[in-house]
Structure formats: structure tokens, C-alpha cells
């Protein structure tokens, strides 16, 4: 059974860090890309960032780029999304997502999400003062 978990949300403060982990479990991540999402209350889910099995190649939103980072262990099964400089509007529900090989789903955003079978249950991040 393919499975997803993430952890890592919580409060923090405009300029503060958190580091986001996603777990794979039943596949490991030498095959699958990994992407994340986000939803905020009211809006669509979007993507984030992306990071390819095939090639290693890594994709960022514009609003997020120079901030967050992604990264894998694939000796723990484990994606990171290291976020810096967190403000307001990154506020959201965090999801992290499966796919083969590469960031196919991602990079056809927003119909690409309909694509993506395996998901984590999210891990909310609020960012106020």
C-alpha cells in the first residue's frame, strides 16, 4: 500500500522556518517524484515544488522561489520542503504527493492534480504574529 505522511506544520511567526516532512512508505523514492501542495482556506490547491526521481530535477512556484528548498533522503524514504521567511500569505494546508519518475503532474498544474493518485493526509503551517 502506497502511503504518504507528512509532518512538521504548526504557528509560526512572519520571517520564521519550518521544515515540512513528507514519509513514503510501500514505494521508495528512487522511483517516484514528490511534489508538494498547498490550500488555503477558500482557494484552490496549488502546487509548491517538485522534486524529479528521474533526473533530480527540482521545480518552485514563483512565489515561494528563493524561500523554500526540497530535499530528499532516500536512505529514510523522506522529502523536506525547508521553508524560510514565511509570511501571511503562505498560510495553508500542506500536502505532499506522489507520481512517477517525474514532476509530469506538477508541471501541468492545474489539471495535473487530477493525475495524482497518492496523497498525504497534510499537515497545516499558520504564519501570524
Known amino acids: 500500500q502506497l502511503q504518504l505522511v507528512e509532518s512538521g506544520g504548526g504557528l509560526v511567526q512572519p520571517g520564521g522556518s519550518l521544515r515540512l516532512s513528507c514519509v513514503a512508505s510501500g514505494f521508495t523514492l528512487n522511483y517516484y517524484a514528490i511534489g508538494w501542495y498547498r490550500q488555503a482556506p477558500g482557494k484552490e490547491r496549488e502546487g509548491v515544488s517538485c522534486?524529479?526521481?528521474?533526473?533530480?530535477?527540482?521545480y518552485y512556484a514563483s512565489p515561494v522561489k528563493g524561500r523554500f528548498t526540497i530535499s530528499r533522503d532516500i536512505a529514510k524514504n523522506t522529502v523536506y520542503l525547508q521553508m524560510n521567511n514565511l509570511q501571511p500569505s503562505d498560510t495553508a494546508v500542506y500536502y505532499c504527493?506522489?507520481?512517477?519518475?517525474?514532476?509530469?503532474?506538477?508541471?501541468?498544474?492545474?489539471?495535473?492534480?487530477?493525475?495524482?493518485?497518492?496523497w498525504g493526509q497534510g499537515t497545516l503551517v499558520t504564519v501570524s504574529s
Open positions: 504527493a506522489a507520481e512517477s519518475g517525474s514532476c509530469r503532474s506538477y508541471l501541468r498544474l492545474p489539471e495535473g492534480l487530477r493525475s495524482l493518485e497518492v
Open positions: 522534486k524529479s526521481a528521474s533526473d533530480g530535477s527540482t
